[in-house]
């Protein structure tokens, strides 16, 4: 079965310290995998994404993530955290199912604090 | 460039009224289009997805419906809204295979009183 797990649903961080928020994927084919951030009452938008090549990944923001296979994992990080970016994270993989159609998996999301 | 756009922002109805959320989408042809809903403090349940004009898939059973009357249009629909319609709903597109990212609204947030 297919599945998303964040471990975490709340990380603290202080301004100028790094940020680690954690993914876990489950899946039986090659999967592509996002991470996207979301602030309050507003949308989603697309922080990055794998799809099968360069197992490291550049986003925006400052944001990056490494796909690691052997340990099914997408862990998104960044350097030094900074206020704006306080938000909620979504961690995400596209997959196919048995019906050949296109499915997305989403996790529960990380909520990201940012204290001065 | 490609835009969506969704509205209205937020929307106060009352339990038994009709809803009409609708959606669209701006520098693209024939995208994948999403309704999703976000509850308080839980992920993001996909309502519906629709691959083409009229065609639409329904992933959960629900008190709601969706249209999609043009290529780039996508209407979400209630007949009577319940106390448990209340949510953040988010409509996205998507063109090309399963590496291809869904691009998002800014949301509705809807109460029902």
């Known amino acids: 079965a297919q599945s998303v797990t964040q471990l975490d649903s709340h990380v603290s961080v202080s301004e100028g310290t790094p940020v680690l928020l954690r993914c876990n994927y489950s899946s039986s084919y090659s999967p592509s995998l996002f991470w996207y951030v979301q602030h309050p009452n507003k949308g989603l938008q697309l922080l990055l994404k794998?799809?099968?090549?360069a197992t490291l990944v550049k986003g925006i923001n400052g944001f990056e993530a490494e796909f690691k296979k052997s340990e099914t994992s997408f862990h998104l990080t960044k350097p030094s955290a900074h206020m704006s970016d306080a938000a909620e994270y979504f961690c995400?993989?596209?997959?196919?199912?048995?019906?050949?159609?296109?499915?997305?998996?989403w996790g529960l999301g990380t909520s990201l604090a940012v204290n001065p | 460039s490609q835009t969506i756009h969704q509205w209205p922002a937020t929307l106060v109805q009352p339990v038994g009224s009709p809803l009409s959320l609708e959606c669209t989408v701006e520098g693209t042809s024939n995208p994948n289009l999403y309704w999703y809903r976000q509850a308080a403090g839980r992920g993001l349940q996909l309502l519906f997805y629709s691959v083409g004009i009229g065609q639409i898939s329904s992933e959960v059973p629900q008190n709601l419906s969706a249209s999609r009357p043009q290529d780039r249009q996508f209407i979400l629909s209630s007949k009577k809204l319940l106390l448990s319609d209340s949510g953040f709903y988010l409509c996205a597109w998507s063109v090309g295979g399963s590496g291809s990212p869904l691009h998002f609204g800014n949301g509705t947030r809807l109460t029902v009183t």
């Open positions: 995400v993989v596209s997959v196919f199912n048995a019906g050949n159609n296109r499915k997305l998996i």
């Open positions: 794998y799809t099968s090549a």
